[in-house]
T-cell receptor, first 114, second 109 residues
Framework: NAGVTQTPKFQVLKTGQSMTLQCAQDMNHEYMSWYRQDPGMGLRLIHYSVGAGITDQGEVPNGYNVSRSTTEDFPLRLLSAAPSQTSVYFC?????????????FGEGSWLTVV | SQQGEEDPQALSIQEGENATMNCSYKTSINNLQWYRQNSGRGLVHLILIRSNEREKHSGRLRVTLDTSKKSSSLLITASRAADTASYFCAKQGAQKLVFGQGTRLTINP
């Protein structure tokens, strides 16, 4: 049981490039979400999904896309990377609606946009 | 916007002492959760306390919730070097879960 797995762990992008952060969970959780964490700030919600085929925007969705074709996977796409997207990204999943149950986090993806 | 703040932002104590961190919020909540984050790692769930609960314990951790003051506290007793980490509260209200900015706890040997 691997829990929540994120890849890559580290990535450097040039401004304007696109990339996908991968997230997979093996706990059969319906709820998955992506957060970004910036220095001195808590986690801010980017996008979330309540099940396969259903996604919705969080607090800071601009510049990011998500899809949920399967229960297990929830990739986050950066369409055209900007320096403001330099951050640490965390994928998370939970069995019940986010906040009503324990949230399991991945180990994070450190992204630098130059 | 961040709902609620954590206090203090940083705390440094000697090993064996107790550490108390506070979390305040502005609107009503359904529950509140505490997480720990070691440097360079993801967040790990510690305790979930529901709005109708006032206190919960887990090992050396004690969480209280005062809905009248819209605040919660996390107490770590008999601290150890391994408790060095950042601690976050997360408030679940009408919709999404909102994280505070965290308290950075350092335990000195």
């Amino acid at each position: 049981n691997a829990g929540v797995t994120q890849t890559p762990k580290f990535q450097v992008l040039k401004t304007g490039q696109s990339m996908t952060l991968q997230c997979a969970q093996d706990m059969n959780h319906e709820y998955m979400s992506w957060y970004r964490q910036d220095p001195g700030m808590g986690l801010r919600l980017i996008h979330y999904s309540v099940g396969a085929g259903i996604t919705d925007q969080g607090e800071v969705p601009n510049g990011y896309n998500v899809s949920r074709s399967t229960t297990e996977d929830f990739p986050l796409r950066l369409l055209s990377a900007a320096p403001s997207q330099t951050s640490v990204y965390f994928c998370a999943s939970s069995l019940l609606q986010t906040g009503r149950d324990t949230i399991y986090f991945g180990e994070g993806s450190w992204l630098t946009v130059v | 916007s961040q709902q609620g703040e954590e206090d203090p932002q940083a705390l440094s104590i000697q090993e064996g002492e107790n550490a108390t961190m506070n979390c305040s919020y502005k609107t009503s909540i359904n529950n509140l959760q505490w997480y720990r984050q070691n440097s360079g790692r993801g967040l790990v769930h510690l305790i979930l306390i529901r709005s109708n609960e006032r206190e919960k314990h887990s090992g050396r951790l004690r969480v209280t919730l005062d809905t009248s003051k819209k605040s919660s506290s996390l107490l770590i007793t008999a601290s150890r070097a391994a408790d060095t980490a950042s601690y976050f509260c997360a408030k679940q209200g009408a919709q999404k879960l909102v994280f505070g900015q965290g308290t950075r706890l350092t335990i000195n040997p």
